[in-house]
């Protein structure tokens, strides 16, 4: 069974970087999506983008286009995001999650397995 745990959350001022790890194991990583969501206190869970199991193709919400970045290290079975020029509006609990394919990408009903959360908090 995939069980998938994030870490490097922390705080941050504005502008600064932060870059998560979710380490996988169980289940075949290197045949896995994986995808980072992210949900704010009293809001819903949503989108922020994800990787394909090749690596090398990728889909990102508008808001972080251009500041996050999603790898994956198949050898290691761990996907990163790399967030930079955070915004406090980029403040959230960000969840790694699983899945098989690429259809509806962004809609978290598709995804299988999920991490337990790391928090991410951005101050002005």
């Known amino acids: 069974q995939v069980q998938l745990v994030e870490s490097g959350g922390g705080s941050v001022q504005a502008g600064g970087s932060l870059k998560l790890s979710c380490a996988h194991s169980g289940g075949t990583f290197s045949r896995d999506t994986l995808g980072w969501f992210r949900q704010a206190p009293g809001k819903e869970r949503v989108f922020v983008g994800a990787v394909a199991w090749t690596g090398d193709t990728t889909s990102y919400a508008d808001s972080v286009k251009g500041r996050f970045t999603i790898s994956r290290d198949n050898a290691k079975n761990t996907v990163y995001l790399q967030m930079i020029a955070l915004r406090p509006e980029d403040t959230a609990v960000y969840y790694c999650?699983?899945?098989?394919?690429?259809?509806?990408?962004?809609?978290?009903?598709?995804?299988?397995?999920w991490g337990q959360g790391t928090q991410v908090t951005v101050s002005s």
């Open positions: 999650a699983q899945r098989l394919g690429w259809t509806r990408i962004s809609d978290p009903r598709q995804y299988v397995t």
